[in-house]
């Protein structure tokens, strides 16, 4: 049958390389469903997912995953195909995903946070035959399956979760059918070295990017994040920020905890309402966060000592997705009585780590080193030339598990790989003589706010859109609590232009909230830069120089 499969097209690791992570048994030839199989022989009885009060042995999670694996081949779903996935942090999320990859389909897992404009770029792109939502979601709630949208993203099967008829999701995961014969499908998952999924990037650019992963340089970034966080089946995993997130699913994630045998408890957010009790219910003894929740926290754990006491199982706190500032790391030790590691990573690959046993100060003041021995990281100035030691200049990187070029993008692909096929992730860093990094800046056109990225471009062009606004220019802002907000700056014909109006009519275009300006400038003209680029660095000076002096911003 293999001349009938349609595999996705990618850009490849050239033979020279892959057969060199595959003779250093780092690409293995294995799906990332084998974990399944392998955790149902040694002990099909251990709890794999806590949801709420529902608990999901490995057993029950392989069979789930077959069961609507199953159901999708017969209804002509498969290899070559892709689906469109938007779900909360439910254990849904996982039998999905999995079920996905025994069927050989690959899916975009959105953002539950993402909103009309980042469905539609992704369904133009993947063009999924298969849809699968929440009723939980603003956009889904009413249910209609004949919604302009669900039109829009054209999938002809649309599964919706909290649905309670034969189209609801539950329908299709559950064993109603058990007199029917389910037989995994014949043809997935795809080989080890096709696409499995595609991660989503936090882009720079006007429509949001799709990062092929394969299964085996996804399990091997997993399986080595294992190694390095020595999880096993003790590890009871604590999965508060959003499921499809690389770094609550691969850094080791949710995926390392299935890989290791250990427990994944469900967290709808990461604040310490929704987490507290939960660690202290099921012994959670793993999490990862981003700095403001970090934040949030330890003012938690300073206000209350019987919130502490909520946190004694938990003994390694990951942090990462933006900077961790000093002050902040310092604080976890001693307030949150547990270890912390700082993880530097990026949808696209490479992901680095403080070590268990690193020193306080590399814990602390680094974004740890890269995990893999065989990750090629270059440190280099504007001319493309090395920096000198200790020196800050852009990270380059290649290897085994770095993806080599963005889903049908190639102009924005031969932007961002040197002939070398490294990845510049525009991020600026400082490397050390150990090799840890030091994340100092960012060059690429985004705003991070608190581990959420923006697109200054994409946000730019929405609100171009708008009748009364000429230019647009998003940057960010120096905030307390979230590390960067962002502020746009807008020429516009209309000078009773209202920050809530400009809000309500990004919305209405489909944005999502996270992306939506926290602060909105108005001026007669953008300042440009000799070149004739837009200076957003004068004008992050300016809104920085506001923020500092508490003080409007003067325009002049
Ligand atoms: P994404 O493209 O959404 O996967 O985001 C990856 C980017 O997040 C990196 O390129 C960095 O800019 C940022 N990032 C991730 N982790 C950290 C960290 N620990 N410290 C600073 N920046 C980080
Ligand atoms: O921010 C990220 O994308 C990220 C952070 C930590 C990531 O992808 C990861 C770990 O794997």
Redesign the pocket.
């Known amino acids: 049958m293999s001349d009938s499969r349609r595999f996705l097209l990618y850009t490849r690791w050239p033979a020279e390389l892959a057969n060199q992570y595959r003779a250093k048994g780092y690409w293995r030839g294995e799906p990332l469903t084998a974990m399944l199989a392998r955790q149902c022989e040694l002990a099909p009885d251990a709890e794999a997912i806590l949801c709420g009060e529902r608990r999901f042995s490995y057993r029950e999670l392989d069979a789930a995953s077959s069961r609507l694996a199953g159901r999708l081949a017969r209804h002509g779903l498969g290899v070559g195909d892709t689906a469109l996935v938007q779900l909360p942090n439910v254990a849904e999320f996982y039998l999905v995903f999995f079920a996905l990859l025994k069927a050989g389909i690959a899916p975009v897992n959105a953002l539950f946070s993402h909103n009309r404009l980042e469905l539609v770029s992704y369904a133009e792109q993947i063009k999924p035959r298969l849809f699968i939502g929440s009723l939980a979601h603003g956009l889904f709630a009413s249910g209609e399956r004949h919604s302009d949208l669900l039109r829009v993203i054209g999938a002809e099967l649309v599964l919706l979760d909290g649905d309670a008829g034969e189209l609801g999701l539950a329908h299709w995961l559950s064993d109603l059918a058990r007199s029917e014969a389910l037989a995994l499908p014949a043809h997935g998952p795809t080989p080890a070295d096709e696409v499995a999924f595609f991660?989503?990037?936090?882009?720079s650019t006007g429509t949001p990017k799709l990062i092929p992963r394969t299964h085996d340089d996804y399990l091997y970034s997993v399986r080595r994040s294992n190694e390095i966080c020595e999880l096993g089946p003790h590890t009871r995993y604590l999965c508060a920020l959003p499921a499809p997130h690389?770094?609550p699913l691969s850094s080791p994630g949710a995926l390392g905890v299935f890989e290791a045998g250990g427990t994944v408890v469900l967290a709808p957010d990461p604040s310490p309402i929704s987490c507290f009790p939960l660690i202290a219910r099921h012994r959670v003894n793993l999490t990862s966060l981003v700095p403001p929740a970090v934040s949030l926290w330890l003012q938690a754990a300073e206000a209350d000592s019987a919130a502490r006491t909520q946190l004694e199982s938990l003994a390694l706190l990951q942090?990462?997705?933006?900077?961790?500032g000093e002050a902040v790391a310092s604080k976890i030790g001693p307030l949150l009585g547990c270890r912390l590691q700082?993880?530097?990573?990026?949808?696209?690959g490479l992901v680095n780590y403080t070590r268990l046993s690193d020193p306080d100060e590399k814990i602390i003041y680094t974004?740890g080193r890269p995990m893999s021995p065989d990750d090629e990281v270059r440190i280099l100035d504007e001319a493309g030339n090395p920096v000198a030691p200790g020196q800050p200049g852009a990270l380059h990187t290649r290897g085994p598990y770095t993806f080599r070029g963005y889903y049908q993008s190639p102009a924005h692909n031969a932007r961002v790989f040197d002939s070398e096929g490294f990845y510049c992730?525009?991020?600026l860093v400082v490397q050390d003589a150990e090799g840890y990094l030091t994340?100092v800046g960012?060059q690429?056109d985004?705003i991070?706010r608190g581990?959420e990225?923006i697109a200054a471009e994409e946000v730019e062009n929405q609100l171009l859109h708008h009748p009364a606004i000429t230019h647009a220019a998003l940057v960010s802002m120096p905030d307390s609590a979230m590390g960067e907000k962002s502020c746009a700056f807008i020429v516009s014909t209309d000078p009773a232009l209202k920050p809530l109006a400009l809000r309500k009519f990004l919305r209405e275009r489909g944005v999502a909230d996270f992306k939506l300006p926290d602060r909105f400038e108005a001026l007669d003209a953008l300042p440009m830069t000799a070149v004739g680029k837009i200076d957003k660095q004068g004008l992050r000076a300016r809104i920085a120089h506001a923020i500092a002096a508490n003080q409007p911003l003067t325009t002049a």
């Open positions: 991660q989503l990037s936090g882009g690389n770094f942090v990462g997705g933006a900077k961790l700082q993880v530097f990573g990026m949808a696209e974004q992730s525009g991020d994340v960012r690429k985004q991070n581990g990225k």
